[in-house]
Nanobody
Framework: VQLVESGGGSVQAGGSLRLSCEASTYTYSIYSMAWFRQAPGKEREAIATIYLTTGGTYYADSVKGRFTISRDNNKNTLYLQVDSLKPEDTAMYYC???????????????????WGQGTQVTVS
């Protein structure tokens, strides 16, 4: 599965963005997708996931209440609505997907088979 992110940019603190991740296959055939981010000098962290069949979602505590993950199966696209942005949200944001069930936690990078190239979010 090829994943292409878009929607990043530079915003002021308190602002919003909507990140998109378009998949090269039908999203209803994907088991789960997730958003990760990596700030300079830090490890990549999982911030949100969605199970494509049930719509169930989970979030990291650092973004809960400010970020919303969703998908549009008609457009084969995953979204991340990011609101109330803080300077510490500055990072490269990546989407990832797995076609099959995995016993690994959604926070584990090893769970996901396919990754996008990333989209940069800068908050000042």
């Amino acid at each position: 599965v090829q994943l292409v992110e878009s929607g990043g940019g530079s915003v002021q603190a308190g602002g919003s963005l909507r990140l998109s991740c378009e998949a090269s296959t039908y999203t209803y055939s994907i088991y789960s997708m997730a958003w990760f981010r990596q700030a300079p000098g830090k490890e990549r962290e999982a911030i949100a996931t969605i199970y494509l069949t049930t719509g169930g979602t989970y979030y990291a505590d650092s973004v809960k209440g400010r970020f919303t993950i969703s998908r549009d199966n008609n457009k084969n696209t995953l979204y991340l609505q990011v609101d109330s942005l803080k300077p510490e949200d500055t990072a490269m944001y990546y989407c990832a997907s797995t076609l099959r069930y995995s016993p690994l936690t959604w926070r584990s990078e090893a769970r996901y088979n396919d990754w996008g190239q990333g989209t940069q979010v800068t908050v000042s």
